[in-house]
């Protein structure tokens, strides 16, 4: 898709589009009243300008869009492709992910969000295994950092996506 498309898009597909890229419903239509983007540098930085607006239950409402590392969800290709490295970790390290996991749910309340493109399954390991001793509100923001991350990602790879 080109940047001229995401522009041309009717409301509800470029809501849809932009919920592609992070699930929050208040940063997708934030994004959609904010077109037209002249530039992807300009899309995302309206994207995290948007992305910094929001309150604590939208961050929670695009954690939800996603897999846990090492799981995916159906139809979502993004998603299988940026946790490729935990996808074909060792079955050891896919089990400690899958315990630590659960772990940081039983404590956060939400899945662990990690930006893993480019990460090695062990460095999602030692990431979660460190992230698990914070302070409730500390580790929201940090989520909340990493979701925005990924969700710039996302909108080069939108662009980029036929």
């Not at 890229?21 to 009243?33: I, L």
């Not at 540098?41 to 309206?46: F, H, S, W, Y």
């Not at 299988?80 to 970790?89: D, F, I, K, R």
């Amino acid at each position: 898709m080109t940047l001229a498309a995401i522009n041309d898009l009717d409301p509800a597909g470029a809501k849809a589009a932009f919920l592609r890229c992070c699930g929050s419903e208040r940063w997708a239509r934030a994004m959609v009243e904010a077109r037209p983007f002249d530039s992807l540098n300009r899309m995302i930085e309206t994207g995290d300008a948007c992305w910094a607006s929001l309150t604590p239950d939208d961050w929670l409402e695009a954690f939800a869009a996603h897999p846990q590392i090492g799981e995916q969800k159906s139809g979502s290709a993004w998603s299988a492709a940026e946790q490729a490295a935990a996808a074909s970790a060792a079955a050891d390290e896919r089990a400690r992910l899958t315990a630590l996991n659960a772990a940081y749910r039983a404590r956060f309340g939400y899945i662990f969000i990690v930006c893993a493109t480019g990460r090695s399954a062990a460095e999602m390991l030692k990431l979660v295994e460190a992230r698990l001793s914070n302070d409730p509100a500390i580790e929201l923001r940090i989520a909340a950092e990493e979701q925005r991350r990924i969700t710039g990602l996302r909108l080069a790879k939108l662009i980029g996506d036929a």
